[in-house]
């Protein structure tokens, strides 16, 4: 079992910077996968990004290519999400997810584990 914990949200001004963290318990496996989602009021739960644990490969959605990017701290069991150039479209519940099968994509059905997400505001 694994549980995930977010941390690091907040209010931002549009353009700034934020750098959300995703503490792993349990064993983390080298063939789990680990991700962030976001999800904003009355849409659907959106990929965000995900890491590989092993290997560190990564997978970006479009919308936030260049200006976020993903990261691990193996020996911490942590992952991080540094945000930079945020915009208002940017708000929304930031999830961290893991999955067991070395998957890296979109589908949040894929994902196995979940924490309980952390509220990031972006303000004009």
């Known amino acids: 079992q694994v549980q995930l914990v977010e941390s690091g949200g907040g209010l931002v001004q549009a353009g700034g910077s934020m750098r959300l963290s995703c503490a792993a318990s349990?064993?983390?496996?080298?063939?789990?996968?680990l991700g962030w989602f976001r999800q904003a009021p009355g849409k659907e739960r959106e990929f965000v990004a995900a890491i590989r644990w092993s290997g560190g490969m990564t997978s970006y959605a479009d919308s936030v290519k260049g200006r976020f990017t993903i990261s691990r701290d193996n020996a911490a069991n942590t992952v991080y999400l540094q945000m930079n150039s945020l915009k208002p479209e940017d708000t929304a519940v930031y999830y961290c997810?893991?999955?067991?099968?070395?998957?890296?994509?979109?589908?949040?059905?894929?994902?196995?584990?979940w924490g309980q997400g952390t509220q990031v505001t972006v303000s004009l």
């Open positions: 349990g064993y983390i496996f080298s063939t789990y996968a």
């Open positions: 997810a893991a999955s067991r099968g070395l998957y890296t994509g979109s589908n949040p059905r894929m994902y196995d584990y």
